[in-house]
């Protein structure tokens, strides 16, 4: 079974310091890992999905990269208004060897950044 | 443009009572997904459909929990004789495909409260 785990669970940055979120995952065929944000009483926003080991994304301050066992969500200069929960996800793979979209999250990380 | 969206936002019911959730998927996707979150639980899969089919329903807890979908777009998530720890926010997906790859954008959710 897949299972995804993110660490830490919190964390708490002051307003220009810079640090990772971490995503690991015990899946068998990388298919690709998706990461979300979740601000507090909405749906998750999606921010980027990794496809393949050595791939990076970047918006604005965030830059996800991707290992063959982990992902990284690194925070450039983080500002209050990125706080939020920053969620991953991975697709399970059906028998045939292809993926199908029912997601297998992890438990987020919480990131508090104080100004 | 039109995102995902669920009704209602809130909803308060008395344990044992039928409640039914509401999904509207952004225009011509054709996957829809049902996902519950629970305070401190991480996203939890019910159910996908992809058209008016639905390939998988693991996810779903027990019988008390159904969901439909017709015409290939609207989805209705309903649950029979509610219990509290049915208490949660239901959230709703869609995708161009069911295919794992696909990004899912996620609605608002409707927070579920069973008294």
């Known amino acids: 079974e897949d299972q995804v785990t993110q660490s830490p669970e919190a964390l708490r940055l002051q307003e220009g310091e810079s640090s990772s979120l971490n995503c690991s995952y015990t899946v068998s065929g990388l298919r690709g890992l998706f990461w979300y944000r979740q601000d507090p009483g909405k749906g998750p926003e999606f921010l980027f999905t990794l496809y393949s080991a050595g791939e990076e994304k970047e918006k604005e301050r965030l830059k996800a990269t991707l290992t063959k066992k982990e992902s990284f969500l690194h925070i450039t200069a983080p500002k209050p208004e990125d706080s939020a929960t920053y969620l991953c996800a991975v697709p399970p793979r059906n028998a045939g060897g292809t993926s199908y979209g029912k997601l297998t999250f992890g438990q987020g990380t919480i990131l508090t950044v104080h100004p | 443009g039109a995102g995902v969206s669920q009704s209602p936002s809130n909803k308060v019911t008395e344990k044992g009572k039928d409640v039914e959730l509401r999904c509207d998927p952004i225009s011509g996707h054709t996957a829809l997904y049902w996902y519950r979150q629970s305070l401190g639980q991480g996203l939890e899969f019910l159910i996908y459909f992809q058209g008016n089919s639905a390939p998988d329903k693991s996810g779903l807890p027990s019988d008390r929990f159904s969901a439909e979908r017709t015409g290939g777009s609207v989805s209705t998530l309903t649950i029979q004789r509610t219990q509290q720890e049915d208490s949660a926010v239901y959230l709703c997906?869609?995708?161009?495909?069911?295919?794992?790859?696909?990004?899912?954008?996620f609605g608002p959710g409707t927070r579920l409260t069973v008294l």
């Open positions: 997906a869609s995708s161009w495909t069911s295919g794992g790859t696909d990004t899912q954008y």
